[in-house]
């Protein structure tokens, strides 16, 4: 097996400075889907994927709940990243002479109050990365890119402002997927089990599988739904809490989530990130 963790976007993407943060010993490997990241992993060309789950000003990424049940993969760990706008332009522009800033439309909404105050009109492209790539090739001193610091040097772009995003908080979250569970054992600290779940067609089904969470005093982290196969009758849950399965607490409260439940799938057992609990510790 390879020695890579994939992501999607191109070289430069927040995904791939994301992957070279957390495991800077192994090689990124850049993916044109969420789809083609996941099947380089099942496919032995890479150990791990890296996939953004949520972002503190965007919200979810809708497509990684719709992937992860059935790629294959178990979630490992995970990670959080601080998102840095930088405002990129071809070697010798000026912040003065730009005219447009071009970037993924995620990207340019981060960034709309920057944008007003320097009077720049933005243009949205399928991707930040892509976007610098762009701008480099064009070489117009009006054409400047929204994106990361590691996109200025791949592509030979000057930083002429960097952090310019509007929420100094912008911070994304991965999940870490390999092809096996790497499972900490039972009495470790911190660790975080996510799992999705349907619950039955009953009144108040929802309401009884949650509350064996909170008579086990789980800490229930994240808990989001969606529809599966566009019927508005098929609800799936996906679902971050505290603690192991084999944790008598947690044990207890999957078991009375299963009573009430069609389906329910431990996606991954894995260590909190050290941001998670540095947030934690500040509250």
Not at 46 to 73: F, Q
Not at 119 to 136: F, M, Q, S
Not at 162 to 177: G, L, P
């Amino acid at each position: 097996m390879t020695d890579a963790i994939a992501f999607q976007g191109l070289p430069g993407a927040y995904s791939d400075l994301a992957c070279r943060t957390a495991f800077p010993s192994m090689a990124s490997l850049p993916c044109e889907s969420f789809e083609t990241a996941i099947e380089a992993v099942r496919e032995g060309r890479a150990e791990l994927a890296m996939l953004p789950c949520e972002n503190s000003l965007a919200g979810r990424v809708p497509d990684i709940h719709h992937l992860l049940p059935g790629s294959g993969l178990f979630v490992v760990g995970e990670h959080f990243h601080r998102v840095e706008h930088c405002l990129l332009a071809p070697r010798g522009a000026t912040a003065a002479g730009l005219k447009r800033a071009h970037s993924h439309t995620v990207a340019l909404g981060q960034v709309r109050h920057f944008l007003r105050a320097a009077g720049l009109a933005p243009v949205v492209e399928a991707d930040t990365a892509g976007a610098a790539k762009l701008v480099a090739e064009w070489n117009n001193p009006e054409d400047a890119a929204i994106a990361s610091s590691l996109a200025a040097e791949i592509y030979g772009l000057d930083i002429l402002r960097a952090n310019v995003e509007d929420a100094a908080h912008n911070t994304t979250r991965f999940y870490v997927m390999a092809r096996r569970p790497r499972m900490p054992e039972p009495g470790t600290a911190h660790v975080i089990t996510s799992f999705v779940f349907r619950v039955r067609n009953v009144p108040a089904a929802l309401y009884k599988a949650l509350g064996g969470f909170a008579t086990n005093g789980v800490n229930m982290t994240k808990l989001e739904s969606y529809m599966l196969g566009g019927e508005f009758t098929a609800t799936q849950f996906l679902c971050d809490v505290d603690g192991h399965p084999d944790q008598p607490g947690l044990r207890r409260a999957l078991e009375e989530l299963s009573f009430f439940s069609s389906e329910v799938r431990v996606l991954g057992v894995y260590p909190a990130a050290p941001f998670r609990l540095a947030q934690r510790g500040a509250e």
